[in-house]
């Protein structure tokens, strides 16, 4: 079965350019996060929505990133008017449910965003 | 305000010996803990986990300690095997939220 797909796997970008970037989860799983690691960094969570809603937003570290999901699947995380400080990979993960043993989320490739 | 702790950047150990990661968390409501190995341009993978009902769980090589009363768990590695070298993150998760809380990684370098 395939596993959490992520596109592009690369982005350059120019400061205060848009960007989006795609999740594409495991099939039937219904919890699906954003992480972002910086150089140098441990991960650090963005959201986290379950089925279509994001009970937990709290990550989100400004006004210019926006993320949905449709459809119960895929999601997209959205970046506007990129800054250099958004430069990082961008990790999304997915699992069965939110609790018990469905703790375990299964992390794509990344997208590794660069802000020139 | 780290949650989670790794406090080795980095660790090498010779092929056959193990190997031991460790990790301190101050957040009293976490309620489970994974480790997670990373390689170089691919994302996390899911490694092994223990629910703070438990003290230890092993899983072939890979055996992860949890002290609650010190707030630290380790994973143990043994025999260590070159491909073993990677980045290992330490997570925990617990309270009202479903977000992972990740260290910052430990550099792990097996040596033939």
């Known amino acids: 079965g395939a596993g959490v797909s992520q596109s592009p796997s690369n982005k350059v970008t120019e400061k205060g350019k848009d960007v989006e970037l795609r999740c594409d989860p495991i099939s039937g799983h219904t919890a699906l996060y954003w992480y972002r690691q910086s150089l140098g960094q441990g991960l650090e969570f963005l959201i986290y929505f379950q089925g279509n809603s994001a009970p937990d937003k709290s990550g989100l570290p400004s006004d210019r990133f926006s993320a949905e999901r449709t459809g119960g699947s895929v999601s997209t995380l959205t970046i506007q008017r990129t800054q250099q400080e958004d430069s990082a990979v961008y990790l999304c993960?997915?699992?069965?449910?939110?609790?018990?043993?469905?703790?375990?989320?299964?992390f794509g490739p990344g997208t590794r965003l660069t802000v020139t | 305000d780290q949650q989670v702790k790794q406090n080795s950047p980095s660790l090498s150990v010779q092929e056959g010996r193990i190997s031991i990661l460790n990790c301190d968390y101050t957040?009293?409501?976490?309620?489970?803990f994974l480790w997670y190995k990373k390689y170089p341009a691919e994302g996390p993978t899911f490694l092994i986990s223990i629910s703070s009902i438990k003290d230890k769980n092993e899983d072939g090589r890979f055996t992860v300690f949890l002290n609650k009363s010190a707030k630290h768990l380790s994973l143990h590695i043994v025999p260590s095997q070159p491909g073993d070298s990677a980045v290992y993150f330490c997570a925990a998760i617990g309270g009202a939220t479903n977000k992972l809380i990740f260290g910052t990684g430990t550099l792990l370098a097996v040596q033939p």
């Open positions: 993960a997915s699992s069965l449910a939110g609790g018990g043993s469905s703790y375990e989320q299964y």
């Open positions: 957040n009293s409501m976490f309620d489970y």
